[in-house]
């Protein structure tokens, strides 16, 4: 929407998933895994559903031709740092978190090995960007808005109060990237969408029309 495609105007849904909302049949029949997000595309006939964020992201570029490479080698740089976090996101958020912020025993064995972990994926997206504005190249794309929210707040917002357990200030490129990322007006606006916690100011339950962000 912030590039001014047509089509791209959505309603944002609240699901909660501490009442286990998940689990009803009207989200079941979009996304049978029982995992935020989904998305339901109501300009098709029928509609199209997609899930897993990945493949949200995926959809989402390619019907409006936007933030995903045309060139077939950096598309290829996109895409496999997309799966990247796909597959890396598993281990700071179900692994050391649960381990380190939720696990009603703090055990030595997996908080550690999960921590050192999370470190080697920082160590590689620090190197990364080391030379690197985005993720992928020069240019903001899907890959980035996949690993801002997990990477992003664990340089910048102390993901698990563990800012100081992961020696998060010494990744100086994930920093300076994920501030970027965060000054973007458009990412300034997502992060309000479906949020309930926090400052009010911060908040918007759930998300149907632009002007909802004023109100």
Known sequence: MALGHEGAEYDAHLINIGEGAQFGSDFVAINPNSKIPALLDHSTSPPTRVFESAAILIYL?????????VDPAQ???CLSWLMWQMGAGPFLGGGFGHFYAYAPEKLEYPIDRYAMEVKRQLDLLDKNLANRRYLSGDEYDIA??????WYGTAVLHNLYDAAEFLNVASYKNV???AEEIEERPAVQRGL???RV????EHQLAERHDASDFDS
């Open 61 to 69: 570029a390619e019907k409006f031709g936007a933030f995903i490479p």
């Open 75 to 77: 598309r290829a740089e």
């Open 144 to 149: 980035d808005m996949a690993s801002y929210p």
């Open 175 to 177: 920093i300076r990237w």
């Open 192 to 194: 309000r969408v479906n």
């Open 197 to 200: 916690w926090g400052p009010e």
